[in-house]
């Protein structure tokens, strides 16, 4: 069943790709994250057809294309906890134009920000094959960001704090 998401997520971002092409929208780099990244890139197997993506101030011509991708969540950067230089991590996803997804150790540092017990449960697949020593340094970067919520950051540090101690990180 989990192959059949992927075949889907698959299938809505070839949409859009295909799309973009047909309508001749070159469109700039789509950062993904979260669990369709995860996905995608073959981090995790669990279902889920939510598209998180980052916002880079897109113009209004890529906004057709992201309507293609059915469910999507547009995440402010203002609002994640990632840190500043995650392009230079992020990997471009293969069989796609222009789609890129980010490092399992950006991940990772991203769902500490919230913490759920499904961001546990991914955090603890994604650590198999993380660099701990990075996401500790990911970690530091993301507290040290000024442009970031400050209810956002606090939250972070907490549960960075929790995180730590839960995965000897």
């Given at each position: 069943?989990?192959?059949?998401?992927?075949?889907?997520?698959?299938?809505?971002?070839?949409?859009?790709?295909?799309?973009?092409?047909?309508?001749?929208?070159?469109?700039?780099?789509?950062?993904?994250?979260?669990?369709?990244?995860?996905?995608?890139?073959?981090?995790?197997?669990?279902?889920?057809?939510?598209?998180?993506?980052?916002?880079?101030?897109?113009?209004?011509?890529?906004?057709?294309?992201?309507?293609?991708?059915?469910?999507f969540?547009?995440?402010d950067?203002?609002?994640?906890?990632?840190?500043?230089?995650?392009?230079?991590?992020?990997?471009?996803?293969?069989c796609?134009?222009?789609?890129?997804?980010?490092?399992?150790?950006?991940?990772?540092?991203?769902?500490?920000?919230r913490?759920?017990?499904?961001?546990?449960?991914?955090?603890?697949?994604?650590?198999?094959?993380?660099?701990?020593?990075?996401?500790?340094?990911?970690?530091?970067?993301?507290?040290?960001?000024?442009?970031i919520?400050?209810?956002?950051?606090q939250?972070?540090?907490?549960?960075?704090?929790?995180?730590?101690?839960?995965?000897?990180?």
């Amino acid at each position: 069943m989990n192959n059949k998401n992927k075949e889907l997520l698959i299938e809505l971002i070839s949409d859009m790709d295909t799309f973009a092409e047909m309508k001749n929208i070159n469109y700039p780099p789509v950062y993904l994250l979260g669990g369709a990244a995860c996905i995608i890139a073959g981090y995790l197997d669990r279902a889920t057809i939510d598209i998180d993506l980052l916002d880079m101030d897109y113009e209004a011509s890529v906004g057709r294309l992201f309507r293609l991708l059915d469910r999507f969540d547009m995440l402010d950067i203002y609002l994640t906890c990632i840190p500043m230089d995650f392009k230079d991590r992020a990997v471009k996803a293969e069989c796609f134009q222009n789609i890129y997804i980010l490092s399992r150790e950006d991940i990772i540092v991203s769902k500490i920000g919230r913490y759920s017990e499904k961001d546990i449960e991914d955090i603890s697949v994604l650590l198999k094959d993380a660099n701990k020593y990075l996401v500790s340094k990911l970690i530091k970067a993301v507290t040290l960001r000024e442009n970031i919520s400050i209810r956002v950051k606090q939250a972070f540090i907490i549960n960075a704090r929790l995180f730590k101690e839960r995965f000897d990180v």
